[in-house]
DNA sequence: AATGAGAGAGACAGATCTGTCTCATTTCTT
DNA sequence: AAGAAATGAGACAGATCTGTCTCTCTCATT
């Protein structure tokens, strides 16, 4: 038997959906209270204001990522190397499907411009935090400059996410993994000779 | 003795600084209208709707851009590979300034995520211009692969904008160099073996 | 000097959005 | 079963934004 949903639940899977559909500053309130059937006054005893709604929803996004990491881990228990590579095939192959809209982070950050709105400190931070673990498993894995190769890897792979965004029919994310590839193996080969 | 600005040059000035540095959606109407003292019905006398003068934004932007291609075509004649590095490295340079707000079709595109919306259009109408226009010069320069490896420098340019954008603090021209210089390198050493 | 186009100032309408408040009803706890 | 807490429905206020309209003034052309 099927657990009902309490009116923040479904108020969160609802703005989820449409804030990374359409966009955060796009969707308003009374959008997301009709298609989650709740009343106002239910949302607003749960999220005082609209961007409490956003940081939530962010905060949702940031664990669904970290999960991602761990999930590449998992799959490449051997070699934190092999993890890195497997990380960025894996979420390359996401950007891929009809779903995809980018990157929550980035298109929140975009949405609110200003440096010390809520929203985008939480896309910030929330972006870093997950840059920051990746940064470690270069670290890990022993590469010589793990730092310059994650700041590589965060342009490719945030450039990709915006391409498989707004030019998805032109996204391949076979040239994504190569040019990763291209960019560790470099780096291999620079401290190699 | 300077010429005096007309009404509609002002509005475009004023708009072009503000929707860069703020964001389009952040921008009212009566902002730019009351920065480039200008009439609410002068404003309206040149441009029918908001969207419009989004549109003139976006193509004095692309205007902008074109004259940096034709820039770096003019400071390396000799060899069209070296317009290529030259182009991504005096970019990337620009990027490290402090008004430096990111790629404006990017955002505006993130601003406006429905496909139809006018604005949406000419942001991405406009990118895909500016990047036809580099996939020739890669074609020209006898490359193999000049269609995978714009891609790629498309990639890692367009996540270069956003790192500088929202992380600038740690955005490294030298590194998004090497990288393109990389995958440049990477394929050429693909060609050649 | 006369005329007509362009421009400034600002009131106003209409739409939209966030957030408040009331009240009846349902659901949970004990 | 009874009281307490959560929820649904929706009116309403207040702010903000786009776009319209009127009226006056300036300036260039003739």
């Known amino acids: ?41 239910s949302f607003y005893r749960n999220f005082a204001t609209k961007d409490d709604l956003v940081v939530a929803y962010l905060e949702l996004h940031r664990e669904r990522v970290m999960g991602n990491i761990a999930h590449a881990r998992q799959q490449r228990p051997d070699s934190v190397l092999a993890q890195l590579r497997y990380l960025m095939e894996y979420t390359a192959d996401r950007m891929k499907l009809p779903t995809y ?73 076979q040239s994504f993994s190569d040019a990763a590839n291209a960019l560790i193996d470099s780096q291999a080969a620079a401290a190699a000779k």
């Open 1 to 41: 038997m099927e657990k009902k949903l309490t009116a923040k639940e479904r108020i969160l899977r609802v703005a989820e959906q449409l804030f990374y559909r359409e966009g955060v500053r796009a969707v308003g309130i009374d959008r997301i209270i009709q298609e989650s059937g709740v009343a106002k006054a």
């Open 101 to 173: 809209r980018g990157c929550a982070f980035m298109n929140t950050a975009v949405e609110f411009p200003e440096t010390d709105h809520p929203d985008h400190v939480k896309a910030l931070d929330s972006r870093n935090e997950v840059w920051n673990h990746i940064e470690d498993m270069a670290r890990e894995a022993g590469l010589p400059k793990p730092r310059e190769l994650t700041e590589q890897l965060r342009m490719l792979w945030s450039g990709a996410a915006m391409v498989a965004y707004i030019n998805k029919e032109e996204f391949k994310p």
